[in-house]
Each structure stands twice: as structure tokens, then as C-alpha cells.
């Protein structure tokens, strides 16, 4: 079972870069068959799926943050990573990574494994 | 976007009891060529990931107890938790993974009664 470990800063200024990374152990990054992706739940709202990159490179976004975000990974480090620029209040949220198993192009697919969740505040 | 509308956005059910999630999509998630409906179903508890139950609309994950089920009719979907247990509080979502971008309702609380 792969297991994904977040990391990053808790604390994002206004119009400044949320940068987080998951860490997976247990599976490799490079594997087919596997969405590395970001999901957010902003405080008192549903889950909201941000991006995901597969195994070739290619990565897929929602299109109201496309523009602004950035999903990577580094397979020498068996981690992935999401950039979200000019970040605002309304970017406050705990943010996911997980493992989606795809099921299409575009980044879609189903969460079958999940970061601990890290609670991103943007304040000045 | 799909739109998922799930209801009701709470209920309080008695320990051993049934409940009923419902989630009902804004255009249909079935494709054809698989005979799939493309829909999962997770639970989140507080201070917790989400979990994944269900995919393919009724498709058990493997370790998930067998109280918890899925069904479809159309475009409506439903989550059954046939005997609820103390460990079951948790919001319940559903995701559509049929069109870009995959979309999640807006969750289900589920309490004791």
C-alpha cells in the first residue's frame, strides 16, 4: 500500500507561493497506472480537486486555477509537488496530495490513497 | 462542470440502523463502452484523509466492511451504510470521475441519534 507524507508551510502571505510536497514510500512515482494529484477542502466547504500529474509528465488542472498552478514531481526523490501562485484568503484550506488510479485523460481518476492533510492559512 | 447534489446534508441515525446517502448528478456518468457508472463514494472524519469506499459506483475497496454499499439508477446514486456503527460518523462524499474536472458533492454528515 503506498503511503504519501506531506510537507511544506503552514503560514502563505497574500499574493506569495503556496508550495507543498508529498513524499510517497511504499510504490514508485514512476509507475503506470497512477495520478499523483492535490485535492483542498477550504474551511466549512467539500473537497475540490486542484491537479494531477502522471507518471510520463503530464499534468492536468482544474481550469478556474489553471494559470496559477503548477504540479510537478521529481522521480529521483519519489515525490510530487504542488506550486500555487498569487495566493489570496480564499486559497485558505487543508490541502490533500493522494494517489488517484486513472480512469481517463485529464487527470481523472478515483483517490485510493492520501496525505495527512496540511492546513495552508494565507495571511499577511 | 458536473454538478453532484447530494442529500440531505445531514441525518441522525440510531446506532444498528440504516443510512442512506444520496448524490445525484447534474448529466449522466455512465459510459457505455465499460458498462460503468464513474463514481466513487469516500468518507472523511475529522482531522483525517478521506477515505475511499466505493468506486465504480458499487465496487467495495478492499478492507471497507460490507455494511457499506452502493447503488445506481440513472443519475442518482446511493451510499447505504445498512448497520450503523459508532465509527461510521464521518461526512460522506461523492465524486463524479466522468468528465473534466472531477467534481465531489458537497457531503453528507452523518451523527447518532
Known amino acids: 500500500q503506498v503511503q504519501l507524507q506531506q510537507s511544506g508551510p503552514g503560514l502563505v502571505k497574500p499574493s506569495q507561493t503556496l508550495s507543498l510536497t508529498c513524499s510517497v514510500s511504499?510504490?514508485?512515482?514512476?509507475?503506470?497506472?497512477?495520478?499523483w494529484s492535490w485535492v483542498r477542502q477550504a474551511p466549512g466547504k467539500g473537497l475540490e480537486w486542484i491537479g494531477s500529474?502522471?507518471?510520463?509528465?503530464?499534468?492536468s488542472y482544474k481550469p478556474s486555477l489553471e494559470g496559477r498552478t503548477t504540479v510537478s514531481a521529481d522521480t529521483s526523490k519519489s515525490q510530487f509537488s504542488l506550486n500555487l501562485d498569487s495566493v489570496t484568503a480564499a486559497d485558505t484550506a487543508v490541502y490533500y496530495c493522494a494517489r488517484g488510479l486513472p480512469t481517463g485523460d485529464q487527470g481523472r481518476g478515483y483517490f485510493d490513497s492520501w496525505g495527512q492533510g496540511t492546513l495552508v492559512t494565507v495571511s499577511s | 462542470d458536473i454538478v453532484m447534489t447530494q442529500s440531505p446534508d445531514s441525518l441522525a441515525v440510531s446506532l444498528g440502523e440504516r443510512a442512506t446517502i444520496n448524490c445525484k448528478s447534474s448529466?449522466?456518468?455512465?459510459?457505455?463502452?465499460?458498462?460503468?457508472?464513474?463514481l466513487a463514494w469516500y468518507q472523511h472524519k475529522p482531522g483525517q484523509p478521506p477515505k475511499l469506499l466505493i468506486y465504480?459506483?458499487?465496487t467495495r475497496q478492499s478492507g471497507v466492511p460490507d455494511r457499506f454499499s452502493g447503488s445506481e439508477s440513472g443519475t442518482d446514486f446511493t451510499l447505504t451504510i445498512s448497520s450503523l456503527q459508532a465509527e461510521d460518523v464521518a461526512v460522506y462524499y461523492c465524486?463524479?470521475?466522468?468528465?473534466?474536472?472531477?467534481?465531489f458533492g458537497q457531503g453528507t454528515k452523518v451523527e447518532i441519534k
Open positions: 465524486q463524479q470521475y466522468y468528465s473534466a474536472p472531477q467534481t
Open positions: 500529474i502522471y507518471y510520463t509528465g503530464e499534468a
Open positions: 511504499g510504490g514508485s512515482i514512476t509507475s503506470g497506472g497512477s495520478l
Open positions: 448529466q449522466s456518468l455512465f459510459y457505455r463502452p465499460n458498462n460503468k457508472n464513474f
Open positions: 465504480w459506483a458499487t
